[in-house]
């Protein structure tokens, strides 16, 4: 199981633009509907994208039951990103902390719910993070799931915290128990590499990253993370290949397909002709010498 070279991202539907807020906007307003989204997925189907790469949002839980009820796109795999730590906070803004976790507790068997605060009583923080996985990938539920990954707000506070263990731990349940890649986001490739590689031992993990050529959010150079891309050592999906807009795409797709150690882009867009045009690019064999 891998990664097709091109994976849709989802940042256009909720309003994400790291570069234009004006943009963000826009694209917020632009996609309140489930008919919307559907129908850009369905651009990048048409493109021939079978990776679909999502934040757990609340936005896209009645659009993937849309596609699994409705059967559509055959061959699409979906990789949930976890957790969506903006749906908790304003959860608890609106409800209280104690009805965010009442309706989680709906979500799950009791059997797992104990299981995982059994765990934290006796230190073991990973049964947590196994039954925060569990009530996310109810979103996914009828759909094919390639992988699951675990986002930067969270893998870089842990790797930050040293919880080398928690990481270990949440690798060998996705892999193990649910079967399906394991991965992570960061802002830090290089550190990501040095804990998850040269510290815990796992051997080639799948790691998201900023990588372009403008060096727009590669941290903590564009050099050391271009080395860290060509180590070897993950398998790694490229993201923020247009700088949020800010980067052309034959040139900036050139530079990417060109680093060692790309093996998938990551993108998003709201237009069908962009969309066509990105994935012809990616998926274009290289000109012979």
């Known amino acids: 199981m891998t990664f097709g070279k091109a994976i849709l991202g989802d940042n256009q539907f909720l309003g994400v633009n790291h570069a234009d807020q004006a943009k963000a906007v826009a694209l917020n307003q632009q996609f309140t509907s489930t008919q919307a989204i559907i129908e850009v997925i369905g651009w990048a189907y048409e493109a ?12 896209l839980q009645p659009v993937l039951q849309e596609i699994a009820r409705s059967n559509l796109f055959p061959g699409m795999a979906y990789t949930p990103c976890l957790p969506y730590a903006h749906k908790y906070a304003n959860a608890m803004a609106e409800k209280g902390m104690l009805a965010v976790i009442m309706d989680n507790v709906k979500a799950t068997s ?49 790797l930050g915290l040293n919880a080398s263990k928690i990481l270990e731990k949440y690798h060998r349940y996705v892999s193990d128990k649910l079967g399906v890649l394991p991965g992570f986001i960061t802002m830090n490739h290089p550190a990501a590499v040095k804990v998850l590689c040269d510290e815990i031992g796992l051997e080639q993990p799948w790691l998201c990253a900023n990588f372009n050529i403008g060096g727009f959010r590669t941290n903590p150079s564009n050099d050391a993370v271009r080395q860290s891309f060509a180590s070897g050592k993950t398998r790694n999906i490229a993201m923020s290949v247009f700088a949020s807009g800010a980067l052309r795409g034959a040139d900036a797709l050139g530079y990417v397909k060109g680093a060692a150690g790309v093996d998938a882009i990551l993108f998003g867009s709201s237009r069908q002709a962009n969309i066509a045009e990105n994935a012809r690019l990616i998926f274009a064999e290289p000109a012979q010498a």
């Open 48 to 59: 021939g994208i079978r990776d679909f790469m999502f934040t757990t949002h609340d936005r």
């Open 110 to 158: 009791k059997m797992q719910l104990f299981g995982g605060v059994a765990k934290a009583v006796a230190g073991d923080l990973g049964g947590l993070m196994q039954l925060l996985v569990h009530v996310e990938l109810l979103m996914t539920k009828g759909l094919p799931v390639r992988g699951v990954f675990l986002q930067n707000i969270i893998f870089d506070l842990l």
